[in-house]
């Protein structure tokens, strides 16, 4: 069975092969990419290209999405699995683009447990088993909208990654040789320095968005891992660690950065 697997893989990568020519011209614009070798392309080209075979592309309102948007996409996603598998996006078949920010219905609660309902802008959504929404304006090649060291690309297939074993609550599907006490821990103490310095008004390099819960903790601290690993391991060296077993990649190692 893995033998016909693997002949399948093959022939859907021969027969969906995203054109070299517009290969080069997405991944060129991507600098979370250019630290990868010749080979980690060569497997991000074939990822990519099956993973557009798999997941359709649409655009909301009218927005027109192009073969260069969906290859930038589609790669930025695909590294994150590079070493993982495209099995890790089951269970799930559409990525929608925005032109800009859209906006959905949000609840807050007050101090006084009143909730007050109101819209919010996002620049990306993950809903477990259904799509990954984001707006084209935040995920375009270097856009960084919360700063250097932000995707909001990576951001929302972490999310995605986290699901796979329910709610996004920052413990995805760990691999067997991985120790589930001592990845807790590594994020959960990282958690709680990052959310005391943030209550002390004490510096961080790290988007304040991370605090908000386990799981943005997880898809922040994801972005970090690849766009700027220097910075996450110098702040957080045991997550660092954790997120390179997870991934089974070492940026630092590849970039320098």
């Known amino acids: 069975m893995n033998r016909l697997r693997l002949l399948w893989r093959r022939h859907i990568v021969e027969r969906h092969r995203i054109p070299a020519p517009l290969w080069y011209s997405a991944i060129s614009q991507l600098r979370v990419v250019e630290p990868l070798d010749a080979a980690e392309r060569q497997r991000l080209h074939d990822l990519a290209s099956r993973f557009l075979r798999a997941k359709t592309m649409v655009g909301a309102h009218d927005l027109e999405v192009t073969d260069e948007m969906r290859v930038s996409i589609a790669a930025q996603a695909c590294l994150l699995i590079l070493n993982l598998g495209l099995d890790y996006y089951t269970g799930w078949y559409e990525v929608i683009v925005y032109a800009r920010g859209f906006l959905v219905d949000a609840e807050e609660y007050d101090d006084a447990g ?144």
């Open 114 to 257: 009143v909730v007050h309902r109101h819209a919010q802008e996002l620049d990306g959504e993950a809903w477990e088993s259904g799509p990954v929404i984001l707006s084209w304006q935040d995920a375009r090649p270097g856009a960084r909208p919360h700063g250097e060291g932000s995707n909001v690309v990576l951001h929302e297939f972490a999310h995605k990654l986290d699901m796979l074993n329910g709610a996004a609550n920052g413990m995805p599907p760990l691999h067997e040789n991985m120790s589930r006490p001592e990845w807790t821990e590594a994020l959960s103490s990282a958690y709680r320095d990052l959310n005391e310095r943030l209550d002390q008004n004490r510096p961080i390099d790290i988007d304040p968005y991370a605090a908000e819960s386990p799981a943005e903790f997880f898809a922040v601290l994801t972005e970090l891992f690849f766009e700027a690993p220097r910075r996450l391991f110098d702040a957080y060296p045991r997550v660092y660690h954790a997120l390179m077993e997870f991934y089974r990649q070492d940026p630092m190692r590849r970039s320098g950065r």
